[in-house]
């Protein structure tokens, strides 16, 4: 298949000056030129290699390798370009290790944006969502993301969306999707439910306009709480690998479960069926007075304080006495809790009397009570009424959503039999695709239904959809199992290929996403159908890419860079062309309101592909913010072309060579230069290696391909002419290279591989595949002799850095390290008489190494507890640093 931009790059290529289109042509070009890099990029749009994961093959390792999908708004931006660039460089690099790779896309298809423009244009969101989603995945192969595009789904196609509401019924089955009564935003004229985004900021309707009204409705719930306990000690995972701050931001959304919530049912007939309740000790509903709501509680339909509720009263199912229900703001409510369940206290009992409450009828059922706590919570699980541990602040999942454009709730309601699940044999239950912009409660053909349980006809769907965060909780593993009809996903792929190896994403989805996913998986894994009950391996969270934005300073007014005059680019200095008026320079996310956004394809348009995913991982680490800046480009532009004119002279001088005639220079320099190379391209090699595999420092990857470009194109005419290290060095840089420039890796390595005069043309070892291309080749890896660095700490701080050949440094083991630290000399004296407490060993392969030993502190002497400023403490570590012993070993 043809990649859908080509026809368009003919077009605006057309008229411009001609360039290379044959091999032997471009070898001749040795400036790299935009027009040359499109051309390779045709010529190498379907030649990259398979990406497909194939899940017979058993004897490669696996990488799941998962960018969070995008939800399909019809154009990339630079966002979704750059966590592609870093997973498409990171699936390729393992690809190029041996792995079997899954590296799949699909679509987060439902929500309200799609409902919105459906409305607006008067087309069904099918076809509105379908459309964006052709569009977006062109442009995503312009790019060259090497997606397994087999596993493409959507999750608004009934083929995914039977899954979820299978999903759905599996957890209304175990007790976990339950309906109670919730505070919703009514609009009165539409008579439907809006969600909080389409209320307005005058708290009118997007829609009709009308004033929205809060309204309770019965809403349906995922008991998430169920899971907290374990979800929350699931963080101390030592198999979680960089997931840093987000383990915070996970902790204190779930916070400490220190406590346990009850749902505590009301006497007689109301709206709100119960209350919940939270207590750190189980007993207190033991010795229970009464129950406390907030002034804001829906039970206070008055809206009065300081008051007891009359003829309302709470059913204590461990004492079987009826609880008064008191408002007041007097009590202190737990974090997070408009309850508040008062036990047998002065204080309290105060409290009752002085808002009226007459406490004289309260008695011996408590004293004849002798449940204990785990009896408690044991009868709270039986009647699934709570008795899990759990903060006080966290919330099961409110998964209602009253739009048309989600996956239908599975349940039919039934005047006898209640809440009826769907028949798995009838799912999915597929929207309706004839009506545009109906709400499904004002479906009244859709509504309607038979009883699967007794067959009485007037019953009635379910007519809330759910949440998109539903849609997302589980897609990763519908990855696993695309096209399976039988089953959600097969449970020996999951065992074989879960948890995710590296997942990429925004920081924005690090709580709510990824809190969501993560109970799914715990939920599953205690089905027995995952290995483990943590989905994601690692982490990579990448920052945003942010774009100068011009404001006007006095109205606030956003203004576009050709508006704008910089008057002062260090300080931040600019005014408004048309006024004058002092405009404020920031860096911004890109969006179209602030008028700074980027269209990726105008970049790739005018620089190629290559470049542009070049761009977006040099100079900042993936994990933080980048500022589009033209002023960046010139780096990268130059280092792609220093490799091309690198190739060319290569080529150059090979052809020069009679090889009757011509030998190797058998001089001292000539030998010192090939070994230079040696030593660069090991030392790289390492380097990169690192900030590929472990530190997924890709920006710092590119410095040090760029060091060994350096190094390569330092060396004489001879060594180019006739160098074996030269070729190897080559070799690997344009190895290294292609999981984040492809096509012109893939390029420069035709180049390479077709050079006439090759000295490693009879190399017999296998080390390179000359016949084939970049992407047949073996990662470069370290020759035996390299020596790699051990570095030695103590209490934290480097010391010592041990030089080992790499044959052996591979093969060491944490006592071995240690044993060979404590025979050097200088380091027994840097430790002298201090006892050593513990160690820590950590060992890259093929890169470098860590151990650090933790002694007692030294005793200061003559009684002296002064402790050294910040500038001693600097001065003394910089010292250090600079005295750093090198033993080669």
């Given at each position: 298949?043809?990649?859908?931009?080509?026809?368009?790059?003919?077009?605006?290529?057309?008229?411009?000056?001609?360039f290379?289109?044959?091999?032997?042509?471009l070898?001749?070009?040795?400036?790299l030129?935009?027009?040359?890099?499109h051309?390779?990029?045709?010529?190498?749009?379907?030649?990259?290699?398979?990406?497909?994961?194939?899940?017979?093959?058993?004897n490669?390792p696996?990488?799941?390798?998962?960018?969070?999908?995008?939800?399909?708004?019809?154009?990339?931006?630079?966002?979704?370009?750059?966590?592609?660039t870093?997973?498409?460089a990171m699936?390729?690099?393992y690809r190029?290790?041996?792995?079997?790779?899954?590296?799949?896309?699909?679509?987060?298809?439902?929500g309200l944006p799609a409902?919105?423009?459906?409305?607006?244009?008067?087309?069904?969101?099918?076809?509105?969502?379908?459309?964006?989603?052709?569009?977006?995945?062109?442009?995503?192969e312009?790019?060259?993301?090497?997606?397994?595009w087999?596993?493409?789904f959507?999750?608004c196609?009934?083929?995914?969306?039977?899954?979820?509401?299978q999903?759905?019924?599996?957890?209304?089955?175990?007790?976990?999707?339950?309906?109670?009564?919730?505070?919703?935003?009514?609009?009165?004229?539409?008579?439907?439910?809006?969600?909080?985004?389409?209320?307005?900021d005058?708290?009118?309707s997007?829609?009709?306009?009308?004033?929205?009204?809060?309204k309770?409705?019965?809403?349906?719930?995922?008991?998430?709480?169920?899971?907290?306990?374990?979800?929350?000690?699931g963080?101390?995972?030592?198999?979680l690998?960089?997931?840093?701050d987000?383990?915070?931001?996970q902790?204190?959304w779930?916070?400490?479960c220190?406590?346990?919530?009850?749902?505590?049912?009301?006497d007689?007939?109301?709206?709100?069926?119960?209350?919940?309740?939270?207590t750190?000790?189980?007993?207190?509903?033991k010795?229970?007075l009464?129950v406390?709501?907030?002034?804001?509680?829906?039970?206070?339909?008055?809206?009065?304080n300081e008051?007891?509720?009359?003829?309302v009263t709470?059913?204590?199912p461990?004492?079987?006495?009826?609880?008064?229900?008191?408002v007041?703001?007097?009590?202190?409510?737990?974090?997070?809790?408009?309850?508040y369940?008062?036990v047998?206290?002065?204080?309290?009992?105060?409290l009752?009397?002085r808002?009226?409450?007459?406490?004289?009828?309260?008695?011996?059922s408590k004293?004849?009570?002798?449940?204990?706590?785990?009896?408690?919570?044991?009868?709270?699980?039986?009647?699934?009424?709570g008795g899990?541990p759990?903060?006080?602040k966290?919330?099961?999942?409110?998964?209602?959503?009253?739009?048309?454009?989600?996956?239908?709730?599975?349940?039919?309601?039934?005047?006898?039999?209640?809440?009826?699940?769907?028949?798995?044999?009838?799912l999915?239950?597929?929207?309706?695709t004839?009506?545009?912009?109906v709400?499904?409660?004002?479906?009244?053909?859709?509504l309607?239904?038979a009883?699967p349980?007794?067959?009485r006809?007037?019953?009635?769907?379910?007519?809330?959809?759910?949440?998109?965060?539903?849609d997302?909780?589980?897609?990763?593993?519908r990855?696993?199992?695309t096209?399976?009809?039988?089953?959600?996903?097969?449970r020996?792929?999951?065992?074989?290929?879960?948890?995710?190896?590296?997942?990429v994403?925004?920081?924005?989805?690090?709580?709510l996403?990824?809190?969501?996913?993560?109970?799914?998986?715990?939920?599953?894994?205690s089905?027995?159908?995952?290995p483990?009950?943590?989905?994601?391996?690692?982490?990579?969270?990448?920052?945003?890419?942010?774009?100068?934005?011009?404001?006007?300073?006095?109205?606030?007014?956003?203004?576009p860079?050709?508006?704008?005059?910089?008057?002062?680019?260090k300080?931040?200095?600019?005014?408004?062309?048309?006024?004058?008026?002092?405009?404020?320079?920031?860096?911004?996310?890109?969006?179209k309101?602030?008028?700074?956004?980027?269209?990726?394809l105008d970049?790739?348009?005018?620089?190629?592909?290559?470049?542009?995913?070049?761009?977006?991982?040099?100079d900042?680490?993936?994990?933080?913010?980048r500022?589009?800046?033209?002023?960046?480009?010139?780096?990268?532009?130059?280092?792609?072309?220093?490799?091309?004119?690198t190739?060319?002279?290569?080529?150059?001088?090979?052809?020069k060579?009679?090889p009757?005639?011509?030998?190797?220079?058998?001089?001292?320099?000539?030998t010192?230069?090939e070994?230079k190379?040696?030593?660069?391209?090991?030392?790289f090699?390492?380097?990169?290696?690192?900030?590929?595999r472990?530190?997924?420092q890709?920006s710092?990857?590119?410095?040090?391909?760029?060091?060994?470009?350096?190094?390569?194109?330092r060396?004489?005419?001879?060594?180019?002419?006739f160098?074996?290290?030269?070729?190897?060095?080559?070799?690997a840089?344009?190895i290294?290279?292609?999981?984040m420039?492809?096509?012109?890796?893939?390029?420069?390595w035709?180049?390479?591989a077709?050079?006439?005069n090759?000295?490693a043309?009879?190399?017999?070892?296998?080390e390179?595949?000359w016949d084939g291309?970049?992407?047949?080749?073996?990662?470069?890896?370290?020759?035996?002799?390299?020596p790699l660095?051990?570095?030695f700490?103590?209490?934290?701080?480097?010391?010592?850095?041990?030089?080992?050949p790499?044959?052996?440094?591979?093969q060491?083991?944490?006592?071995?390290?240690?044993?060979?630290?404590l025979?050097q000399?200088?380091?027994?004296?840097?430790i002298?008489k201090?006892?050593l407490?513990?160690?820590?060993?950590?060992?890259?392969?093929?890169?470098?190494?860590?151990?650090?030993?933790e002694?007692?502190?030294?005793?200061?002497?003559?009684?002296?507890?002064?402790?050294?400023?910040?500038?001693?403490?600097?001065?003394?570590?910089?010292k250090?640093?600079?005295?750093l012993?090198?033993?080669?070993?």
């Amino acid at each position: 298949m043809r990649f859908p931009h080509i026809s368009c790059l003919g077009r605006w290529l057309k008229g411009q000056r001609q360039f290379c289109s044959t091999v032997r042509e471009l070898t001749t070009c040795r400036e790299l030129t935009a027009e040359m890099k499109h051309e390779m990029e045709q010529k190498w749009h379907n030649k990259l290699g398979d990406y497909r994961f194939d899940p017979v093959e058993a004897n490669k390792p696996k990488r799941y390798v998962l960018a969070m999908f995008p939800y399909p708004s019809g154009n990339l931006h630079m966002g979704h370009v750059r966590v592609y660039t870093i997973s498409d460089a990171m699936a390729r690099f393992y690809r190029l290790n041996g792995a079997n790779v899954l590296h799949p896309m699909g679509w987060d298809a439902f929500g309200l944006p799609a409902e919105n423009a459906a409305i607006q244009r008067r087309i069904p969101a099918d076809t509105w969502t379908h459309r964006n989603i052709a569009e977006m995945r062109k442009q995503l192969e312009m790019l060259a993301f090497s997606f397994d595009w087999e596993r493409e789904f959507a999750t608004c196609q009934p083929e995914y969306y039977r899954w979820t509401q299978q999903l759905f019924l599996m957890l209304f089955s175990d007790g976990l999707a339950y309906q109670r009564e919730a505070l919703v935003n009514w609009d009165p004229v539409d008579e439907t439910v809006l969600a909080d985004e389409q209320v307005d900021d005058n708290g009118c309707s997007w829609r009709s306009g009308a004033k929205v009204e809060k309204k309770v409705l019965r809403q349906w719930f995922i008991r998430t709480t169920a899971f907290a306990k374990p979800l929350l000690e699931g963080l101390n995972d030592p198999g979680l690998e960089d997931w840093k701050d987000i383990i915070k931001l996970q902790r204190h959304w779930i916070g400490e479960c220190e406590g346990y919530a009850f749902e505590l049912p009301l006497d007689g007939n109301h709206k709100v069926k119960t209350v919940s309740v939270w207590t750190r000790d189980p007993e207190e509903l033991k010795k229970s007075l009464f129950v406390a709501v907030h002034p804001d509680n829906l039970l206070n339909s008055f809206k009065r304080n300081e008051y007891v509720l009359e003829n309302v009263t709470i059913k204590n199912p461990f004492t079987k006495e009826a609880l008064p229900v008191l408002v007041t703001e007097q009590v202190p409510y737990p974090e997070g809790c408009d309850t508040y369940l008062a036990v047998d206290s002065e204080q309290n009992r105060t409290l009752a009397s002085r808002t009226g409450l007459n406490l004289a009828f309260e008695t011996t059922s408590k004293e004849e009570s002798n449940a204990s706590a785990k009896d408690i919570l044991e009868q709270a699980l039986s009647k699934g009424i709570g008795g899990h541990p759990v903060s006080s602040k966290l919330r099961d999942w409110l998964i209602s959503r009253q739009r048309f454009w989600g996956t239908p709730i599975p349940i039919i309601h039934c005047p006898s039999c209640g809440p009826v699940p769907v028949p798995e044999q009838d799912l999915p239950i597929r929207l309706p695709t004839d009506s545009v912009g109906v709400p499904l409660a004002q479906n009244v053909q859709w509504l309607s239904v038979a009883c699967p349980s007794c067959q009485r006809t007037d019953c009635r769907r379910e007519s809330d959809t759910m949440d998109t965060f539903v849609d997302s909780s589980w897609y990763f593993l519908r990855f696993i199992d695309t096209h399976n009809k039988r089953v959600m996903f097969d449970r020996a792929l999951a065992h074989r290929l879960m948890p995710v190896d590296l997942y990429v994403g925004g920081k924005e989805h690090a709580v709510l996403h990824l809190y969501y996913a993560r109970f799914v998986a715990h939920y599953l894994h205690s089905k027995g159908l995952l290995p483990s009950p943590e989905p994601f391996k690692r982490l990579l969270v990448q920052g945003m890419v942010m774009g100068r934005s011009y404001r006007v300073g006095s109205s606030g007014k956003y203004i576009p860079a050709a508006e704008v005059e910089v008057v002062d680019e260090k300080h931040n200095q600019a005014i408004e062309r048309a006024t004058g008026e002092p405009v404020t320079m920031l860096w911004e996310k890109m969006s179209k309101s602030k008028l700074n956004g980027v269209d990726p394809l105008d970049v790739l348009r005018e620089h190629g592909c290559d470049t542009l995913r070049l761009i977006l991982l040099a100079d900042v680490a993936p994990t933080s913010h980048r500022n589009w800046s033209e002023a960046t480009f010139p780096g990268i532009l130059n280092w792609q072309n220093r490799l091309w004119m690198t190739l060319h002279d290569f080529r150059e001088l090979r052809g020069k060579i009679d090889p009757a005639t011509t030998k190797p220079p058998a001089t001292e320099a000539f030998t010192d230069h090939e070994h230079k190379l040696w030593d660069a391209r090991n030392y790289f090699t390492a380097g990169v290696t690192f900030n590929y595999r472990h530190s997924h420092q890709l920006s710092v990857g590119i410095s040090k391909m760029q060091g060994l470009t350096n190094a390569i194109r330092r060396v004489p005419p001879d060594v180019v002419m006739f160098g074996r290290q030269y070729e190897r060095a080559l070799a690997a840089q344009i190895i290294m290279l292609a999981p984040m420039a492809p096509h012109f890796a893939a390029e420069l390595w035709e180049q390479l591989a077709t050079a006439p005069n090759r000295a490693a043309r009879e190399d017999t070892s296998g080390e390179l595949r000359w016949d084939g291309t970049v992407f047949d080749q073996r990662w470069p890896e370290i020759d035996d002799e390299f020596p790699l660095d051990l570095t030695f700490k103590i209490n934290g701080a480097e010391c010592c850095i041990l030089k080992i050949p790499a044959k052996r440094f591979n093969q060491l083991t944490h006592q071995q390290s240690l044993d060979l630290a404590l025979r050097q000399e200088p380091i027994v004296k840097l430790i002298g008489k201090r006892p050593l407490r513990t160690s820590d060993f950590v060992l890259y392969p093929s890169c470098e190494a860590i151990l650090n030993v933790e002694l007692d502190r030294a005793v200061l002497e003559d009684g002296d507890d002064t402790q050294p400023s910040k500038k001693e403490k600097k001065d003394k570590r910089a010292k250090k640093k600079k005295s750093l012993q090198v033993l080669h070993l």
